[in-house]
């Protein structure tokens, strides 16, 4: 990583919600505020103009990684737009373009990187280019998306990444520009996701990702184990139980 990021320490609990206005359908699925909102945009401002002294004077596209990314490109990028319009003697000419991978289920990593959808990669020949990312994890996602860029001969490649997270089993990659660092416990919000929930919290929080875990793994257990005439004194059907299972997600 060419520059440091923000580390926070495994032992740092954040900020209690009651200090933030948090959704009403999030109040009870969430344990602290993590990063709030502010510091996540002044970190971005910095990473940005690290970014803009690297480059120097070079076109760059900016490739999005979706949808986790979404948040953080736009909001780096609308930085990288305004040092632009404020250095008169250098200018960084961006092209915008996005990919959608998928590896996540649950908390966990299927191991398995899909390219889902996205612009044509054959674009992106002789570029510089900056893939944004929200999270680097285990770090599989990089290292597949890194390979795969490499097939379409782009002149260069970096990575910002607003968060990677410290976990025992990580590939070891690090991206060039890192926002923080954090502990190995999962995070939602700023358009980081648990199955599709959470994207639309500003803050980026520490969810009870262990009472999801066991409400899913009950749900699978009855859904595909145990017929459905075992559990009517239980359940009515599948779509009562899953129409059950969302609410308590929400
Ligand atoms: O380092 P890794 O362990 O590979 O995890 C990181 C990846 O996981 C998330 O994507 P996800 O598959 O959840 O898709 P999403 O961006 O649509 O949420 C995230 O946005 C990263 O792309
Ligand atoms: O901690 C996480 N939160 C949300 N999405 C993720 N994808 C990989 N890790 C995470």
Not at 60 to 86: E, H, I, M, Q, S
Not at 145 to 172: C, M, N
Not at 237 to 245: A, G, P, V, Y
Request: aromatic residues 12%; negative net charge; charged residues 25%.
């Amino acid at each position: 990583m060419s520059k440091d990021c923000i580390k926070i320490a495994d032992d740092y609990t954040g900020y209690a919600l009651s200090n933030f206005c948090v959704p009403r359908h999030y109040e009870e699925d969430l344990e602290n505020v993590l990063i709030p909102w502010g510091l996540i945009q002044d970190r971005t401002e910095r990473l940005a103009r690290d970014i803009f002294q690297d480059i120097r004077d070079e076109p760059l596209t900016a490739l999005c990684v979706l949808k986790g990314g979404y948040r953080f490109y736009t909001d780096l990028l609308d930085k990288l737009t305004t040092l632009n319009r404020f250095h008169a003697s250098v200018s960084v000419q961006l092209h915008v373009d996005f990919i959608r991978l998928k590896s996540y289920e649950n908390d966990d990593s299927t191991g398995d990187i899909r390219v889902i959808g996205g612009d044509n990669l054959s674009n992106l020949r002789g570029h510089n280019v900056l893939v944004v990312e929200d999270i680097i994890d285990t770090g599989r996602t990089m290292s597949r998306l890194l390979a795969i860029l490499q097939k379409y001969e782009p002149k260069s490649v970096k990575v910002a990444s607003l968060l990677v997270k410290r976990r025992p089993d990580s590939t070891g990659y690090r991206p060039d520009y890192c926002g923080f660092e954090v502990p190995d416990k999962f995070v939602v919000g700023y358009a980081l996701d648990y199955n599709e929930y959470f994207r639309d919290l500003n803050v980026s929080m520490l969810c009870w990702i262990y009472y999801y875990t066991c409400l899913y793994s009950f749900a699978s257990f009855c859904l595909t184990e145990i017929p459905l005439s075992a559990l009517s004194g239980f359940l009515i059907s599948s779509d009562t139980f899953n129409s059950h299972l969302k609410l308590l997600l929400m």
